[in-house]
């Protein structure tokens, strides 16, 4: 999906505890854009909370009627998309000549590297169309290589006490994705019975976690669905407790070292990259390429069959920093 939000207003929406490596990120609602407007609640990135990990961007969209996203090509550079839905389906097309169909249970794993175009319009139907959106930056190695996709609709499940695990990327519990990782990663989907169960971490990871429905208390903390629960690095455990079934998302990885510029849709690590990424998108350029088929009657009725970028702002971009670190947030 694009991003709208070129100047975030910065905004701290944490509740923190320090000591103990703990903060709640309640999210806030922000105009996806697109043919038809959809709007998503964004918990990645936060002001005191820019990466997860190489996770750098969270949304969930939904629920929305089955037909509200139309969203017209676009452009990401040194990121990687993950989409999945929870309800609803989608189709997907992109420069590398992917065409599918984006349905619950499935992943969808778009590498941008050098940069790609990509254009996505969810499909009518009697289920809401719901789901979740992330970004996981590319490491210094890794932002040129070949864009790529890759749709996985076959992932591991594992047992775990009075829980499910289904492991979209990484390793849990020795379950192993087979989506392709370029940091140590893990995300995960969690099913949670009620009763009690303790789910080993790897304490050189960092995690959030993310309730989709229901109510889970982690580690004697109540979280209810939508706010992203962070946990700090040294853990090798968290129990999970419900007293009804309930869903949740835990994302993890080793913390990202590089500092990050976001604007649009792009990741860079200079002012200069980001400039040059969003003239090549705006003159056409033979970097990000045409997305074959995706202009539809509803698109040529907008007058359009891209979505153009913004203009750049008049100050200097710089990095997200964690609060601790040093001063600065991207514009």
């Not at 959809?38 to 961007?57: K, Y």
């Not at 509200?68 to 999945?84: D, F, G």
């Not at 189709?91 to 996505?120: C, K, W």
């Not at 853990?235 to 990885?253: N, S």
Request: glycine share 10%.
């Amino acid at each position: 999906m694009t991003n709208l939000e070129t100047r975030p207003a910065e905004q701290d929406c944490t509740t923190t505890e320090p000591h103990r490596g703990i903060e709640l990120i309640i999210g806030r609602d922000v105009p996806l854009g697109g043919v038809r407007q959809i709007t998503v609640n964004r918990t990645l990135p936060s002001r005191n909370i820019p990466t997860i990990g190489a996770w750098c961007f969270l949304d969930r969209f939904g629920p929305a009627p089955a037909e509200s996203m139309v969203v017209l090509p676009h452009p990401h550079t040194a990121l990687q998309t993950v989409t999945w839905p929870l309800s609803g389906t989608i189709r997907h097309r992109d420069t590398v000549g992917s065409d599918v169909i984006v349905q619950p249970g499935e992943l969808n794993l778009m590498t941008a590297g050098h940069g790609v175009a990509h254009s996505e319009v969810s499909r009518p139907g009697s289920d809401p169309l719901s789901g979740l959106q992330l970004w996981v930056a590319l490491p210094d190695q890794a932002v040129d290589a070949s864009p790529a996709f890759e749709q996985h609709r076959s992932l591991p499940e594992i047992e775990l006490g009075r829980l499910t695990a289904t492991v979209l990327i990484g390793r849990l519990a020795g379950a192993q994705s087979p989506a392709t990782a370029y940091t140590p990663l893990l995300a995960a989907q969690l099913t949670v019975r009620p009763g009690t169960s303790l789910l080993d971490l790897d304490p050189d990871f960092e995690h959030g976690l993310m309730v989709l429905d229901g109510n889970v208390t982690v580690d004697g903390r109540r979280l209810a669905a939508g706010p992203l629960l962070y946990l700090g690095t040294g853990r090798d455990g968290t129990e999970l407790a419900a007293t009804g079934t309930a869903r949740m998302i835990i994302l993890g990885g080793l913390p990202f070292e590089s500092e990050l510029i976001m604007w649009w849709n792009f990741v860079g690590r200079t002012h200069a990259e980001i400039v040059r990424a969003r003239q090549e998108w705006q003159d056409h350029s033979g970097r990000f390429g045409p997305v074959a088929g995706a202009v539809d009657q509803l698109a040529a009725a907008h007058g359009s069959d891209r979505i153009p970028a913004p203009p750049m702002p008049t100050t200097v971009l710089k990095p997200r920093r964690r609060r601790g670190r040093s001063s600065g947030q991207s514009s």
